[in-house]
């Protein structure tokens, strides 16, 4: 629970977890032929696969409902379902699609909390179950998703398989099929009625993002029938449990947060990724680190206040987080994180609005083996990897001839063409003509560890003024300074 409490209080200084829905980790009588339901959809499949679909309530051992998931009758003769649907249990009531009190299980015979699987004894004799299918689909075809959410509509939906995913060594399909709340451990099923997946989780944010455990996962299972094993006790379970007919519009926002951590895109090292939030929204991001690096890691928005969390990733497994926080350590309102990596290992970034407010942002880092000073801002990196620095403090001058200082630090040493000296990087004092667009250095310093090797006055005569063509490093520099 460490991790979950550690994101929690993330997501609630970052003040953005408000506009998504959240991430769910989420039988009786003999029904009509499933083969009937080959090539058919909607209603035919519907009433195909329903009645082996049912609805758990896990209740604690004083009797208070935990958690609520969905689950289905296998054809082997189980009940399947999330490991999560059942966490924290002592007991689980069986409900039917309309309602019906199908009974209690006091045990599982199979948990598997890395793949969210349980399985769970049958109430009664035997009955027909949903078949699992052969294999484990391609992309774009055809899946619906079902669930019993008790009282809540989207029971049924329907959708194609966007991907095929591993995620910390757990295989799952991504599917488009829309998720109900409540439907975690429901089948994800093909047009012949065949069981594809386990319904896990869905992030209700427009991205598609909803997951489900391979069914060859589940087949792989052997399954001893004299095993009782007890729920599992220290996972995130789905939100608390309804009777049926009610209704539970609960969050638990601390799975749709590790979903994103799940999905976050890598930052590359001297790039800037540029994106856009929406309001109350947030985004994650990934870095992989070196212990000893100095990162500067900075945030930009030309029209909302931005701000930044960091966090080292094995630490949300511990009791004591590493992190690091800013809303207004960059120039006006971005925000500037500047750190010594810790450890060797993963990193996210979380980036959001200080108030709230949408708006287009970038965000980008720069690893070095010393640290920047601060009054240096990272301006833009070149196709060839220069990466260019601006002396925020050094920025002077009216629109008409605004003056600034800039780093520029090279991936590779050069020589300069007198004496043949070796240098690493360059200071330049730069000259901005704001209005008409155009810049030209008068002053350049040429620096080998930190060490002047060639120093130069550029006479006015000489001074070439340089047209900012869009997309170039000059236009970024010549915005950066007359923002």
Not at 197 to 217: E, K, W, Y
Request: charged letters at 20%.
């Amino acid at each position: 629970m460490t991790r979950i409490i550690v994101v929690i209080l993330a997501c609630a200084w970052l003040a953005a977890c408000t506009a998504s829905a959240p991430v769910e980790r989420g039988s009786a009588e003999p029904s009509p032929d499933l083969a009937g339901a080959r090539g058919s959809v909607a209603l035919p499949l519907a009433d195909a696969v329903m009645p082996h679909v049912f609805t758990l309530i896990a209740h604690d051992r004083s009797g208070d409902p935990v958690g609520q998931g969905s689950a289905f009758l296998w054809d082997q003769g189980y009940l399947v379902t999330n490991a999560h649907v059942i966490a924290g249990a002592a007991w689980v009531e069986v409900f039917t699609e309309t309602g019906e009190a199908r009974g209690s299980v006091p045990y599982a015979l199979h948990v598997d909390v890395e793949q969210d699987l349980a399985v769970l004894p049958w109430l009664g004799q035997a009955a027909d179950g949903l078949p699992l299918a052969s294999g484990r689909g391609n992309r774009g075809d055809t899946v619906f998703a079902f669930g019993a959410p008790m009282g809540l509509e989207g029971s049924m939906s329907n959708g194609i398989i966007s991907a095929h995913r591993r995620l910390d060594d757990v295989d799952y399909l991504q599917t488009t099929a829309p998720i109900s709340q409540g439907s975690s451990g429901g089948p994800l099923v093909n047009e012949a009625g065949q069981v594809v997946g386990v319904i896990t989780a869905f992030f209700h944010g427009g991205q598609n993002l909803n997951l489900a455990v391979p069914a060859s996962v589940l087949a792989a299972i052997d399954i001893d029938q004299t095993a009782r094993q007890p729920f599992p006790a220290d996972m995130p379970h789905s939100s608390a449990a309804t009777r049926p007919g009610d209704h539970d519009d609960e969050i638990d926002e601390s799975l749709l947060i590790m979903l994103r951590l799940a999905f976050a895109e890598t930052l590359r090292p001297y790039q800037m990724t540029y994106g856009e939030l929406d309001e109350e929204e947030f985004e994650v991001f990934r870095l992989d680190l070196r212990r000893g690096e100095y990162i500067t890691l900075e945030a930009r928005s030309p029209n909302i206040d931005m701000m930044l969390l960091v966090l080292e990733a094995a630490s949300l497994e511990s009791n004591t987080s590493w992190e690091r926080r800013d809303d207004d350590g960059g120039r006006g309102t971005d925000a500037r994180i500047d750190f010594r990596v810790p450890r060797d290992g993963i990193y996210y970034v979380m980036i959001a609005s200080y108030d709230g407010e949408p708006g287009e942002y970038s965000v980008g880092y720069l690893a070095r083996t010393e640290r920047l000073d601060a009054r240096w801002h990272w301006a833009a990196t070149g196709d060839d990897d220069t990466v260019y620095l601006l002396d925020l403090r050094s920025i002077q001058g009216p629109a008409s001839a605004r003056r600034a200082w800039v780093l520029v630090e090279y991936p590779e040493p050069l020589y300069t063409t007198q004496g043949n000296l070796r240098y690493s990087s360059a200071r330049m004092l730069w000259t901005m003509r704001c209005h008409q667009r155009s810049l030209s250095a008068s002053e350049i310093t040429k620096l080998e560890n930190r060490r002047v090797v060639f120093s130069e006055t550029i006479p006015s005569f000489r001074v070439e003024w340089i047209n900012a063509a869009p997309n170039t490093i000059g236009e970024i520099l010549l915005e950066e300074v007359c923002r």
